[in-house]
T-cell receptor
Framework: KQEVTQIPAALSVPEGENLVLNCSFTDSAIYNLQWFRQDPGKGLTSLLLIQSSQREQTSGRLNASLDKSSGRSTLYIAASQPGDSATYLC?????????FGTGTRLQVFP | NAGVTQTPKFQVLKTGQSMTLQCAQD?????MSWYRQDPGMGLRLIHY???????DQGEVPNGYNVSRSTTEDFPLRLLSAAPSQTSVYFC?????????????FGPGTRLTVL
């Protein structure tokens, strides 16, 4: 059974810092791994999707990496801004199911 | 495209009442699913469908029914609401069930069962 863990559960940093959010999964037989952002009281917004054959994906200040053999993915946020404050979720896709981690709650203060 | 839409946004039920949460997508996606989100538990899969006429159970299916008569719609039915079903419910869809299949989420339905 796939289990997805995210560390840390919460993070508070000053504006401008570069950040790394971690996601680990127990079953490496994944189709892909997807990172989402969730603002309080809102739905999920897809940030990046890494296919199982890829090692990383980039979008603007965001870079996500995937190491299937070690069961890890990281989301790197460069030059963080207060607008980046949100909960970040990773999800591993196995066969017909998307299994979520419990998220990292990020606060970036000015 | 409207993407994934859900209605209602908010709902309050009494224990024992039944209701249907609506989900629709206009992207011709084959795969649709329902999740519930509870504090400290993350998102948990309730039911999913890989195409019209095909549904299957996820991690927490008890107390919920689904059907998929069309590609566009995937309603979630609560047969007899219980306080334990108080949660935020999200519907999601993707083009396929494998390979490059970015999941798109609806805005959610916040349900309270008294």
């Amino acid at each position: 059974k796939q289990e997805v863990t995210q560390i840390p559960a919460a993070l508070s940093v000053p504006e401008g810092e570069n950040l790394v959010l971690n996601c680990s999964f127990t079953d490496s037989a994944i189709y892909n791994l997807q990172w989402f952002r969730q603002d309080p009281g809102k739905g999920l917004t897809s940030l990046l999707l890494i296919q199982s054959s890829q090692r990383e994906q980039t979008s603007g200040r965001l870079n996500a990496s995937l190491d299937k053999s070690s069961g890890r993915s990281t989301l790197y946020i460069a030059a963080s801004q207060p607008g980046d404050s949100a909960t970040y979720l990773c999800a591993a896709h196995n066969t017909d199911k998307l299994i979520f981690g419990t998220g990292t709650r990020l606060q970036v203060f000015p | 495209n409207a993407g994934v839409t859900q209605t209602p946004k908010f709902q309050v039920l009494k224990t024992g009442q039944s209701m249907t949460l609506q989900c629709a997508q206009d992207m011709n996606h084959e795969y649709m699913s329902w999740y519930r989100q509870d504090p400290g538990m993350g998102l948990r899969l309730i039911h999913y469908s890989v195409g019209a006429g095909i549904t299957d159970q996820g991690e927490v299916p008890n107390g919920y029914n689904v059907s998929r008569s069309t590609t566009e719609d995937f309603p979630l039915r609560l047969l007899s609401a219980a306080p334990s079903q108080t949660s935020v419910y999200f519907c999601a869809s993707s083009y396929s069930t494998s390979g490059y299949n970015e999941q798109f989420f609806g805005p959610g339905t916040r349900l309270t069962v008294l």
